[in-house]
């Protein structure tokens, strides 16, 4: 079937200690979105990927940055995680952006702690 | 970006009754999106209604806009103890091309 999959669900990592992140779409599409959502809060959005270009949220902290080397992968990098940084990070896709009935396919997230 | 506020934060109700929530927005939208969330999960779409229509409907659930008021309301009709989980809401401004959601309603339905 076709889908959003992100990898690890789990991901346990050292104060400081540089991580990563991934999310693979099977879908093709166009966009790819990074959410971060802390316990009991609103999903955030990070940035996102429109194509090749992208787009950052201007209260995104620079410790996060993204790559996507082609259509079906994007993935998410800390490069100082904090003790704040630890949440639920959600990867999604949308054919389109800026499209009416644009809607939103989410992988299942990766749960990060930092220790 | 604006963000939507869901009402009531927490919702618990017996297995067979109707779950309403609210939703209420700041600025103009194209469409609003309503997702649900399952503990620890990803987000799942569930309807999307166009800022020019008032009511929508999917099987047991139904969707109102009120755009003079900004806000939506997410009817679940004959509840299930599946349908335990957090249903968020969500915009897609017309100044901007993303999702924003907001902090969403947790609802739990005993059996």
């Known amino acids: 079937d076709a889908m959003v999959i992100q990898n690890p669900r789990y991901q346990v990592t050292q104060f400081g200690k540089p991580v990563t992140l991934s999310c693979s779409q099977t879908?093709?599409?166009?966009?790819m979105y990074w959410y971060q959502q802390k316990s009991s809060q609103a999903p955030k959005l990070l940035f996102h990927y429109y194509d090749k270009d992208f787009n950052n949220e201007a209260d995104t902290p620079d410790n996060f940055q993204s790559r996507r080397p082609n259509t079906s992968f994007c993935f998410l990098d800390i490069r100082s995680p904090g003790l704040g940084d630890a949440a639920m990070y959600l990867c999604a896709t949308s054919r389109d952006r800026g499209v009416f009935d644009e809607k939103l396919f989410f992988g299942s997230g990766t749960q990060l702690s930092v220790l | 970006s604006q963000q939507g506020e869901e009402d009531p934060q927490a919702l618990s109700i017996q297995e067979g009754e109707n779950a309403t929530m609210n939703c209420s927005y700041k600025?103009?939208?194209?469409?609003l999106q309503w997702y649900r969330q399952n503990s620890g999960r990803g987000l799942v779409h569930l309807i999307l209604i166009r800022s020019n229509e008032r009511e929508k409907h999917s099987g047991r659930l139904r969707v109102t806009l009120d755009t003079s008021k900004k806000s939506s309301s997410l009817l679940i009709t004959a509840s299930r103890a599946a349908d335990t989980a957090s249903y968020f809401c969500?915009?897609?401004?017309?100044?901007?091309?993303?999702?924003?959601f907001g902090k969403g309603t947790m609802l739990l339905v005993s059996p």
């Open positions: 969500a915009t897609d401004d017309s100044g901007y091309s993303t999702l924003t």
């Open positions: 600025t103009s939208i194209n469409n």
């Open positions: 879908l093709n599409h166009n966009v």
